[in-house]
């Protein structure tokens, strides 16, 4: 099972990355809860991105009409995997953390969303 999540994670990123809108999170506002790109009045809808300062990705984050929707991504600085948490317009159904090692450390499921 361990392995298991990690390569459905790259599978479900794999499938959703094909012709899915990339922006930095610094071009991302919220505006009622729904997050817009910047000069934008059109809801975003695609991958919103961060990275460390070392240029390491930090985070990845996935929008449907300003609503998070799909999975969000944190790595540490080195770029390992530190929680993936999975949202359903707007509402969080699990999150998962990680050990510096990749070893899953906690799982919690939301069942009452």
């Known amino acids: 099972m361990k392995k298991l999540i990690p390569l459905l994670?790259?599978?479900?990123?794999?499938?959703?990355?094909?012709?899915?809108?990339?922006?930095?999170?610094?071009?991302?506002?919220?505006?009622?809860?729904?997050a817009y790109e910047v000069n934008s009045e059109e809801a975003f809808t695609g991958l919103m991105t961060a990275y460390h300062p070392n240029e390491q990705?930090?985070?990845?984050?996935?929008?449907?009409?300003?609503?998070k929707d799909g999975k969000y991504l944190e790595?540490?600085?080195?770029?390992?995997?530190?929680?993936?948490?999975?949202?359903?317009?707007?509402?969080?159904?699990n999150l998962t953390s990680y050990h510096a090692n990749g070893n899953m450390e906690r799982y919690e499921g939301f069942k009452d969303n």
């Open 75 to 93: 790595y540490r600085v080195n770029g390992s995997l530190l929680k993936a948490l999975t949202y359903q317009k707007g509402t969080l159904l």
């Open 9 to 34: 994670t790259i599978i479900f990123l794999i499938s959703c990355s094909q012709e899915m809108k990339e922006v930095d999170y610094s071009k991302i506002v919220k505006r009622n809860n729904i």
């Open 57 to 67: 990705l930090k985070s990845k984050t996935f929008f449907v009409n300003g609503i």
